[in-house]
């Protein structure tokens, strides 16, 4: 499995212009994923619609995989069903990232969505939760994990943890993630 550099937009608390010049600065310099937060979306599902298929377009130009952070609030939110996706497809996205799990058998009924988007778990535990998603017969291609972000100062992982964690994913041969801290950024999630 190749390894890839990417980075992360919060369209919410962003210029939409300095996003697209920050995209193709990583761009030539080889960063190749996309991670975008949905978590802070309160306009309403066409004005986020317009916002998120522009930067999603653009990114994918450049040869952006992007992964949309979500919750269930989202869902809600923008009355999307966990049973259509076709909202996330229709603005481009690769995949989207469920910020809460649910009982196993619905991640992994969501890995067979028809519209082939990655579906993107909270690798940072260390139980059975991913073997419990396995036993219901996943699509394991279209299975990832990504870490949490811990954007404050003595929230993240130990590394023996974050060893651990990793472990249970990458036994699997399945696609992971995690965030490394800008030592300059100013924009997180919280």
Known sequence: MKREIGLSIYPD????????????KAAAL????LFMSMLEVSEGKETVRKKFSSIIGFAKNLGFETIL??????????AISYDDLSFFAELGADGIRLDQGFDGNKE????FNPFGLAIELNMSNDVNYLENILSYQANEP?????????????????DAFFRSCSQRFKKYGLKTAA???????KIGPW
Do not use: E
């Not at 608390?13 to 193709?24: C, G, I, R, V, W």
């Not at 279209?142 to 130990?158: A, D, E, M, S």
């Open 30 to 33: 080889g960063y190749s994923r």
């Open 179 to 185: 965030f490394i801290t800008s030592q300059s950024a």
């Open 142 to 158: 279209f299975l990832y994990g990504c870490h949490n972000f811990y954007p404050q100062r003595g929230t993240g992982l130990t």
């Open 69 to 78: 952070d979500i919750s269930p609030a989202v869902f809600s939110d923008l």
């Open 108 to 111: 992994a009924q969501l890995t």
């Open 13 to 24: 608390h962003s210029d939409p212009l300095l996003d697209q010049d920050y995209l193709k």
